[in-house]
């Protein structure tokens, strides 16, 4: 992909050595926040989130999951500029760690699609991408979630690739240049300034996965309608360094083809049928 000609009218000029914040001492935390159940290690990962609470069976049984592979040649695309995606400027938002990732808490976006509209409940990122695109993994992926007054949700999502001459994407500079602050699960802090122009010209100016699948975190619920934008944004190392130091790993792992058999399932019914021989 072109990355460096499409993004960088929408880049800051700023070296890899040079994010903002990470050279000042971090702050206290504001804090504390409740942290999830769930995690992505050990017996708190993935392959037995149904077993932590009987609410999240679709874990586990459902059949269209996410995240998952897209096959580009496969799958469905929104023209650019179809989803009207607006997040207004903020000065500053709550920044979470939950323990099993970075939230951003932020109510006055919406999303306008050819059959729904929705409100912004917030954003959050994953280490690594949870989706891959032909099978191709990224360093990073941030999903800002929607709802509506009839519960349907909705996914606008943005694959993250290290920028190969120290650029990133402004909106995450800023929400990053605290990071430090919450290292610790079950804090929180606030953002810097929030200006979401760069995003919104971004997924107006490419083109659009798009699919209905899943929550990627428990209960995995379905029908949820995903907006994948096509060109990955910039990241520069210092910023993914910061970042991956505290969220760590926190990618479920990509889920069996739209509506074949779950991998848990399939996985359960592979050891039975081992054991029973």
Not at 233 to 255: G, I, M
Not at 258 to 269: D, F, I, P, R, Y
């Amino acid at each position: 992909m072109k990355v460096a000609a499409t993004i960088l009218p929408l880049l800051t000029a700023v070296s890899a050595s040079c994010l903002h914040g990470t050279s000042l001492m971090p702050r206290a935390a504001d804090g504390t926040v409740d942290i999830n159940s769930y995690n992505y290690t050990n017996a708190g990962g993935p392959m037995v989130w149904y077993g932590l609470d009987s609410a999240n069976h679709a874990c586990s049984t459902g059949k269209n999951q996410s995240p998952i592979d897209i096959v580009t040649d496969d799958v469905d695309y929104s023209a650019a500029g179809s989803v009207k995606f607006h997040v207004p400027n903020a000065d500053n938002a709550k920044f979470e760690n939950l323990g099993s990732g970075l939230e951003v808490v932020l109510t006055n976006g919406t999303l306008v699609t050819k059959t729904n509209s929705y409100k912004l409940a917030q954003f959050h990122f994953h280490t690594p991408s949870e989706h891959r695109i032909n099978e191709e993994h990224y360093p990073m992926e941030s999903h800002f979630v929607f709802e509506n007054t009839a519960g349907d949700i909705a996914v606008v999502a943005f694959l993250f690739e290290l920028s190969q001459f120290g650029y990133s994407t402004p909106l995450f500079d800023s929400v990053f240049a605290h990071i430090g602050d919450i290292a610790t699960p079950g804090t929180y802090t606030m953002t810097d300034g929030l200006d979401f122009t760069g995003i919104t010209e971004h997924l107006n100016s490419h083109g659009i996965y798009q699919y209905s699948g899943s929550l990627t975190t428990p209960p995995c619920s379905e029908g949820v309608s995903w907006f994948i934008s096509t060109e990955p944004l910039p990241l520069n190392v210092q910023s993914y360094n910061a970042v991956k130091h505290v969220l760590k790993f926190n990618a479920r792992y990509t889920q069996n083809a739209l509506g074949q058999e779950n991998l848990v399932e399939l996985a359960s019914a592979e050891v039975t049928n081992s054991t029973s021989n």
